[in-house]
């Protein structure tokens, strides 16, 4: 049982440190740069490890599925205890069945010990999923808040920056990070405020 619960901590660790290595892409720049055609190109960057240390949505959809890790975790490891409880049991009163009994209880025994297996694996399954979805949801969010902004700005390139990324270097006066977090969540504010009111509205109903 440890093992499922090493499996979903890791799957939680890389649903973190995936978010790192998402490209944000959009039209921005508060520099220039010569593109083919001999215009300059307006650009900028973001650091994409101040965008999930510190954007909302990150931290609250992070808590959401470290927590049905732990439930799914714990319901895990109920299966199992529960399975150790008649293995045990069984142990105990081997000696005084017959043969055709023990082979029975066995082969029953086999088969939960297969069926709480293919739960393990369809739970890793689910996080995976879960994982999945939030890291499409983030890039959306952000290269869409990202093209709005670009386009009000006159901006035409976004580059990702951070331990990963090809971006050796760039002046601090490019760095747009600050602005962009602060909208990011302001739109996340604006969306849940929203969401609360629509839920609100549909109880009432």
């Known amino acids: 049982m440890k093992n499922l619960s ?24 508060s520099g220039t740069v010569s593109g ?14 101040t965008i999930t240390k510190y954007y909302e949505y990150v931290k609250v959809n992070r808590e ?3 927590s049905k890790g732990k439930k799914l975790d ?5 299966r199992a205890q529960a399975l ?27 088969k939960k010990r297969q069926n709480l297996q293919l739960y393990q694996e369809s739970l890793s ?24 902004y670009g386009q ?7 580059l990702k920056y951070d331990a990963t990324s090809d971006l050796l270097y760039a002046g601090d006066s490019l760095d747009i990070s600050k ?3 602060e909208g990011l969540n302001a739109q996340f504010k604006a969306d849940q405020a929203a969401k609360a009111r629509k839920d609100s509205t549909d109880t009432k109903k």
Do not use: C, P, W
Request: no cysteine; aromatic share 6%; net charge negative.
């Open 6 to 29: 090493l499996t979903l901590n890791v799957v939680l660790l890389l649903a973190v440190a995936a978010l790192y290595y998402l490209h944000f892409s959009g039209s921005t720049s």
């Open 179 to 181: 602005e962009v977090l």
């Open 64 to 66: 959401k599925l470290e």
């Open 152 to 158: 009000q700005r006159g901006l035409e390139i976004v």
């Open 74 to 78: 714990q319901d895990l490891k109920n």
């Open 125 to 148: 399954q689910e996080m995976m999923v879960e994982q999945d979805k939030m890291m499409k949801d983030l890039y959306d969010k952000v290269t869409g808040y990202l093209r709005k």
């Open 36 to 49: 083919s055609s001999g215009r300059n190109l307006r650009v900028a960057y973001v650091n994409s490890d």
């Open 84 to 110: 150790q409880g008649e293995i045990d049991s069984y142990q105990r009163n081997v000696n005084s069945m017959t043969i055709g009994q023990a082979r029975a209880v066995e082969e029953d025994l086999g």
